[in-house]
């Protein structure tokens, strides 16, 4: 009994001592003030107020990127203006898309105050779609020269529109780069965007910008969102096959626990203390296969990751990994081959003590002998 307590005294002496459990509640605070996030964005970009960024003579703001794959089905023009579907309704199943909602476009009062009242289609806005491989598209590189914005003497055979982002369209494929254009009417200091559905023909990874060249337009800040869809969901083309692996990898820990618990009541008498925690792995690993599987199948369907099932999900892997190591580790030091082995607290001092080996240099006497008698003693 004295030598019990010698050893919890010896090893919670040494984690006070060490400050693992101020790190330890650090950790728990940080990890429960996450629970206060509700989600994080994923295929819905939005944008709360945010601003440009000036390169060379053009202003640009990057509004997100993703893989996209062709739309299966296409747009019947016939049930567009039908009474039975929406807008959304008509760009959903088997469609690939980028939708704009409510992207409003703010200038300063400054900037407002310069123009007159009766002027319309005053400082341009551009929304540009571009497929990575066409990037070399947008810019003067073809009239040879380094301006993304139109210039007077660019502009003068005709190639491109002053004010106006260059952009060299292919004729096999003239929809891409697509541009969409948004003015500001008089002295108005807000402009919104068309509500408008850019259907993707093309399986490849899309960029969208916004961008304007008029430096009176210096401080504008936008807002709303744009929501990437592929014909399956809401899951970025990266990620799509990843539902997939963790729906199969649940079927095969399921698989894998039905055999072992099996195996478990067939030679019950047989069992070891070892047994125990081949389960809590295999229990542990099915737990996380399924929570990354719901996790990727919530994305798909709502296009945003909801950070408590993300949360759990890490947990569960974190804890697994840590589980299946520290098995690893104690079978390797042949902590589990004796007979007498004093169940989980002797698993948990070993394998205490053989972290400590890893990260000090010349461990105690104190420490041997804690290890030797967690190990051995009856």
């Avoid at 002295?187 to 919104?192: C, F, V």
């Amino acid at each position: 009994m004295m030598g019990n307590n010698r050893e919890y005294i010896c090893f919670s002496y040494d984690l006070i001592g060490n400050g693992y459990f101020q790190k330890l509640t650090f950790v728990v605070i940080i990890y429960l003030s996450c629970f206060l996030i509700s989600q994080v964005g994923g295929s819905i970009h939005e944008y709360q107020n945010q601003s440009f960024i000036r390169r060379s003579n053009y202003f640009f703001f990057h509004g997100g990127s993703e893989g996209l794959y062709a739309s299966k089905l296409h747009i019947d023009p016939d049930k567009k203006g039908s009474s039975s579907s929406s807008p959304e309704d008509n760009h959903l199943n088997g469609k690939s898309f980028i939708r704009f909602e409510s992207i409003t476009f703010r200038r300063t009062k400054e900037s407002a105050e310069k123009k007159n009242e009766m002027q319309q289609k005053m400082g341009l806005v551009e929304a540009i779609i571009v497929e990575v491989k066409d990037r070399e598209k947008i810019g003067g590189s073809y009239l040879h020269s380094a301006a993304i914005c139109c210039t007077p003497y660019l502009s003068k055979d005709g190639s491109c529109k002053v004010g106006e982002v260059i952009i060299h369209q292919d004729p096999n494929n003239p929809y891409n780069p697509q541009r969409m254009q948004t003015f500001f009417e008089g002295k108005n200091e807000e402009t919104t965007m068309v509500f408008q559905t850019v259907e993707v023909n093309r399986t490849g990874m899309y960029y969208l910008y916004f961008m304007f060249c008029d430096p009176e337009l210096t401080g504008l800040m936008i807002s709303g969102r744009t929501v990437w869809r592929n014909p399956e969901g809401y899951l970025p083309g990266k990620m799509a096959p990843l539902m997939t692996f963790f729906g199969l990898m649940s079927l095969a820990y399921l698989g894998l626990g039905v055999v072992w618990f099996l195996w478990f009541v067939q030679y019950w008498k047989d069992i070891i203390q070892l047994h125990y925690h081949i389960t809590a792995v295999i229990g542990l690993g099915m737990c996380e296969m399924a929570l990354w599987y719901f996790e990727y199948a919530n994305f798909n369907e709502t296009g945003s990751r909801p950070m408590g099932i993300t949360l759990w999900a890490v947990t569960f892997s974190a804890v697994k990994k840590t589980v299946s190591r520290l098995l690893l580790l104690v079978v390797s030091m042949d902590c589990l081959s004796s007979t007498s082995f004093s169940g989980f607290h002797g698993l948990w001092c070993c394998a205490a003590n053989s972290w400590r080996y890893n990260i000090q240099s010349s461990p105690s006497w104190s420490d041997v002998l804690c290890l030797f008698r967690s190990t051995w003693a009856g």
